[in-house]
Nanobody, 122 residues
Framework: QVHLVESGGGLVQPGGSLRLSCTAS????????MDWYRQAPGKQRELVAS???????TYADSVKGRFTISRDNAKNTGYLQMNSLKSEDTAVYYC????????????????WGQGTPFTISS
């Protein structure tokens, strides 16, 4: 099995910064894409940012210029650096990843993290 463990949530003041981490463990041969989603109370889950193994990134319009997604392939870890935080960024943030399993031919996996809540409040 493959698991994702997130860390880094908490309480931050408006305008502040925070970095979320997501580490994958288990029978992994390669992680293709790592994503961060978020779900605010009463709203649908939305894609925040995505990064391929090669490092190509995409962002939701609402976070462009403020959030940066990155990854360390050697550590099977992804990061979401969030700057200039606003109250509307308050949500539970979920890490998501897909990739290949070991041993060969292990097939593919798609997993979600447990969710990391954080609140932007003064």
């Amino acid at each position: 099995q493959v698991h994702l463990v997130e860390s880094g949530g908490g309480l931050v003041q408006p305008g502040g910064s925070l970095r979320l981490s997501c580490t994958a463990s288990g029978s992994i041969s390669s992680i293709y894409t790592m994503d961060w989603y978020r779900q605010a109370p009463g709203k649908q889950r939305e894609l925040v940012a995505s990064i391929t193994r090669a490092g190509k990134t995409t962002y939701a319009d609402s976070v462009k210029g403020r959030f940066t997604i990155s990854r360390d392939n050697a550590k099977n870890t992804g990061y979401l650096q969030m700057n200039s935080l606003k109250s509307e960024d308050t949500a539970v943030y979920y890490c998501h990843a897909d990739g290949g399993r070991t041993p060969y031919p292990g097939g593919t996996f798609e997993v979600w993290g447990q969710g990391t809540p954080f609140t932007i409040s003064s």
